[in-house]
């Protein structure tokens, strides 16, 4: 999915209007009920509504829409139209926070409309803080400012913003948090932005919500559809896109029934000083779970046996030492080549490391490198020059620190990020939330899935498995980083099904692993 800048959206939004075409008004109204089903959806499954007798529901809430001045706000006031009359259980409070000489257009046709039903409807306008009355029972649908916000709010809108996050309410934004922007927010004011519990967003996801800063105004959101003219997205070029299911099933390749172990690859593994085997077990069974072929895990004399005992699927290449990796052969018949997860940094298993790097030049062999394989690279920053094209790297956000530098916020490391990309020709995957991968086209992936559970030692050892298993397999590194961080999120969240994001383990995640994904046959 792509991911555009808020004037892209505008843009995008008139070619829908001028060329579907349709109303802005109509358009408003496909998107507000599509906000109220959400809403109807959301509400039984939290149970502030229930089925009480042959699909009768009772509301257990009252929903208080805070209306702005804008289309935001006109999307506001049509939900509660829509929501009185296609689900008259609700207890639909709705205030309009606007001068009504300042309405849009549409909002100012959407509050004379809803106006008409209030005999069964509580609706009320202010634009005094202190009239706004809201009770932490309470779903608060936060309507006041949307996608066109380009500068910090001012009272009376930050003064009513602060009571709503001090009430305690559960709050909804539609399409943003009233008063967070679309991209850059490092000059807003954070006191006067909504902190919301959902968003719902309309059509695409924007770009701030990806930032860590932008955390207590974006705990999740969910992305609506209101079916946007398809040309447009098309023909709107963006740099930034959101890893969704879609996205994966375009990359999947469906086995051939007459297919054998060795069209599935070949893959080379080197992984697990004697004294962190754990994780070369950990990154080779995630590696054979992802549908490799064949898989040759590497490691020193010591760790032979575990490796053995753990996971007899493997075959083993044993290093000449008995504790350290210090040198292999790449043998004619790997298809890819893996490295880092608890190898360290020894002086010899950094010489190998080097020997490695020109061998895999040398075979035009596709690479990734993970955990010590960067630290070695932090103490030979040169060597990057030396990594074959589209090699994949896969720091988390201190390794990626300490080989390219710190930065002081997101959007300086995102630009970094893609500019040392497209220098240094390599793939960057950027562990954490919305796991971010950067390659050298210019382009930034945001990845849909994960859990907080993932925050643990061992998660990126199955992740290296994972990316070596698909590449092994023949994907493009693009595409089996963007299918790796993919599933490996989703398996994060599969495991939250069973245990609680405490207790989740790297080996609980490598059972969950699935490549099962849907397909549209024409």
């Given at each position: 999915?792509?991911?555009?800048?808020?004037?892209?959206?505008?843009?995008?939004?008139?070619?829908?209007?001028?060329?579907?075409?349709?109303?802005?008004?109509?358009?408003?109204?496909?998107?507000?009920?599509?906000?109220?089903?959400?809403?109807?959806?959301?509400?039984?499954?939290?149970?502030?509504?229930?089925?009480?007798?042959?699909?009768?529901?009772?509301?257990?809430?009252?929903?208080?829409?805070?209306?702005?001045?804008?289309?935001?706000?006109?999307?506001?006031?049509?939900?509660?139209?829509?929501?009185?009359?296609?689900?008259?259980?609700?207890?639909i409070n709705v205030v309009l926070f606007a001068e009504k000489e300042k309405l849009s257009n549409d909002c100012k046709k959407n509050w004379k409309r809803l106006k008409k039903l209030s005999n069964?409807?509580?609706?009320?306008?202010?634009?005094?803080?202190?009239?706004?009355?809201?009770?932490?029972?309470?779903?608060?649908?936060?309507?006041?400012?949307?996608?066109?916000?380009?500068?910090?709010?001012?009272?009376?809108?930050?003064?009513?913003?602060?009571?709503?996050?001090?009430?305690?309410?559960?709050?909804?934004?539609?399409?943003?948090?009233?008063?967070?922007?679309?991209?850059?927010?490092?000059?807003?004011?954070?006191?006067?932005?909504?902190?919301?519990?959902?968003?719902?967003?309309?059509?695409?996801?924007?770009?701030?919500?990806?930032?860590?800063?932008?955390?207590?105004?974006?705990?999740?959101?969910?992305?609506?559809?209101?079916?946007?003219?398809?040309?447009?997205?098309?023909?709107?070029?963006?740099?930034?896109?959101?890893?969704?299911?879609?996205?994966?099933?375009?990359?999947?390749?469906?086995?051939?029934?007459?297919?054998?172990?060795?069209?599935?690859?070949?893959?080379?593994?080197?992984?697990?000083?004697?004294?962190?085997?754990?994780?070369?077990?950990?990154?080779?069974?995630?590696?054979?779970?992802?549908?490799?072929?064949?898989?040759?895990?590497?490691?020193?004399?010591?760790?032979?046996?575990?490796?053995?005992?753990?996971?007899?699927?493997?075959?083993?290449?044993?290093?000449?030492?008995?504790?350290?990796?210090?040198?292999?052969?790449?043998?004619?018949?790997?298809?890819?080549?893996?490295?880092?997860?608890?190898?360290?940094?020894?002086?010899?298993?950094?010489?190998?490391?080097?020997?490695?790097?020109?061998?895999?030049?040398?075979?035009?062999?596709?690479?990734?490198?993970?955990?010590?394989?960067?630290?070695?690279?932090?103490?030979?920053?040169?060597?990057?020059?030396?990594?074959?094209?589209?090699?994949?790297?896969?720091?988390?956000?201190?390794?990626?620190?300490?080989?390219?530098?710190?930065?002081?916020?997101?959007?300086?490391?995102?630009?970094?990020?893609?500019?040392?990309?497209?220098?240094?020709?390599?793939?960057?995957?950027?562990?954490?939330?919305?796991?971010?991968?950067?390659?050298?086209?210019?382009?930034?992936?945001?990845?849909?899935?994960?859990?907080?559970?993932?925050?643990?030692?061992?998660?990126?050892?199955?992740?290296?498995?994972?990316?070596?298993?698909?590449?092994?397999?023949?994907?493009?590194?693009?595409?089996?980083?963007?299918?790796?961080?993919?599933?490996?999120?989703?398996?994060?969240?599969?495991?939250?099904?069973?245990?609680?994001?405490?207790?989740?383990?790297?080996?609980?995640?490598?059972?969950?692993?699935?490549?099962?994904?849907?397909?549209?046959?024409?």
């Amino acid at each position: 999915m792509k991911i555009f800048t808020t004037q892209q959206i505008a843009d995008i939004d008139k070619f829908t209007i001028e060329n579907e075409p349709i109303k802005s008004i109509k358009l408003m109204e496909r998107a507000a009920t599509n906000l109220a089903m959400y809403i109807f959806k959301y509400s039984i499954k939290s149970g502030f509504v229930v089925n009480y007798d042959n699909h009768e529901y009772q509301s257990n809430s009252k929903i208080l829409i805070i209306c702005g001045p804008g289309n935001n706000g006109g999307d506001g006031l049509a939900m509660a139209r829509i929501l009185v009359d296609k689900y008259s259980f609700y207890q639909i409070n709705v205030v309009l926070f606007a001068e009504k000489e300042k309405l849009s257009n549409d909002c100012k046709k959407n509050w004379k409309r809803l106006k008409k039903l209030s005999n069964e409807i509580k609706i009320f306008h202010t634009t005094d803080p202190d009239e706004v009355y809201i009770d932490r029972s309470y779903i608060v649908i936060d309507a006041l400012f949307g996608n066109g916000l380009n500068r910090p709010l001012k009272d009376p809108y930050k003064t009513l913003i602060q009571k709503i996050n001090k009430s305690g309410a559960y709050v909804i934004s539609i399409d943003l948090p009233s008063g967070l922007m679309g991209e850059d927010n490092r000059n807003n004011d954070k006191e006067a932005i909504v902190k919301s519990h959902n968003t719902l967003t309309l059509q695409f996801p924007k770009l701030s919500f990806f930032d860590p800063a932008n955390e207590d105004f974006i705990k999740k959101f969910e992305i609506i559809d209101i079916q946007l003219h398809r040309d447009a997205i098309n023909n709107t070029h963006t740099r930034y896109y959101y890893i969704d299911e879609k996205m994966i099933n375009d990359f999947f390749k469906i086995r051939r029934k007459f297919s054998e172990k060795r069209d599935y690859g070949h893959a080379l593994l080197i992984a697990g000083m004697y004294a962190k085997t754990g994780a070369a077990i950990l990154a080779a069974k995630a590696c054979l779970r992802s549908g490799v072929g064949l898989l040759h895990t590497h490691v020193p004399k010591n760790s032979v046996l575990p490796i053995q005992v753990a996971l007899p699927e493997t075959m083993l290449s044993i290093d000449e030492h008995e504790e350290y990796f210090t040198n292999v052969n790449i043998e004619p018949y790997y298809t890819a080549v893996g490295i880092g997860p608890g190898i360290g940094t020894n002086e010899l298993t950094q010489q190998g490391f080097y020997n490695l790097i020109e061998q895999v030049k040398n075979k035009n062999l596709p690479l990734v490198i993970d955990a010590d394989g960067l630290n070695i690279l932090c103490k030979h920053k040169d060597w990057l020059k030396k990594l074959p094209q589209n090699t994949i790297l896969t720091p988390h956000k201190r390794e990626f620190e300490r080989l390219f530098g710190t930065f002081e916020n997101f959007f300086d490391r995102i630009h970094a990020a893609s500019d040392i990309s497209q220098n240094t020709h390599c793939i960057i995957v950027l562990k954490g939330a919305y796991t971010q991968i950067y390659t050298p086209d210019g382009n930034i992936y945001f990845n849909s899935t994960g859990t907080p559970a993932m925050a643990k030692a061992g998660m990126g050892d199955v992740l290296t498995g994972i990316i070596l298993a698909l590449i092994a397999q023949g994907y493009k590194p693009e595409q089996a980083a963007i299918m790796a961080v993919y599933s490996h999120g989703k398996a994060g969240e599969k495991c939250t099904d069973f245990y609680d994001e405490y207790s989740v383990l790297p080996s609980d995640l490598i059972e969950k692993l699935s490549f099962n994904c849907t397909y549209e046959i024409n």
